[in-house]
């Protein structure tokens, strides 16, 4: 069978060194998540605006603007991605010193399957 999408795994490569379809495309939603903007070589764009947005207050506001900066990033650069706008979130989490962030998602090609990307921002 011939897969849709295939990338290096970056978590376990001894074991599997690649992954195929939805595997490969979570990954790379997470690691967009997870990426500074600035701090990819070939693509200084790719990621989000993690510095300034870590150096404010945590708050609602400022999990709305990195919710805002997620968005835009993965439609800019995941476009297999389609986001479920009304379960994915960001929970502010000052307490401790913290964003959650958690985003559901159909990829195209697996319309029938839901995805889930869940990640601790800490500053």
Not at 2 to 15: I, M, V
Not at 44 to 56: A, Q, T, V
Not at 102 to 120: D, R
Request: negative net charge; charged residues 30%; hydrophobic residues 35%.
């Amino acid at each position: 069978m011939t897969s849709f999408y295939k990338d290096l795994n970056e978590n376990n490569p001894k074991e599997k060194p690649d992954l195929e379809d939805s595997e490969s495309v979570v990954q790379n939603v997470r690691n967009l998540v997870l990426t500074e903007k600035l701090t990819s070589l070939f693509n200084p764009e790719y990621g989000i605006n993690l510095e300034r947005i870590l150096f404010d207050l945590i708050s609602d506001e400022s999990a709305l603007d990195l919710f805002n900066e997620i968005i835009d990033a993965v439609r800019k650069f995941e476009p297999r991605v389609k986001l479920n706008m009304s379960k994915s979130d960001v929970i502010p989490d000052p307490d401790n010193n913290k964003y959650d962030v958690v985003l559901y998602f159909t990829i195209t090609g697996f319309e029938n399957q839901t995805f889930t990307v869940t990640e601790e921002i800490k500053r």
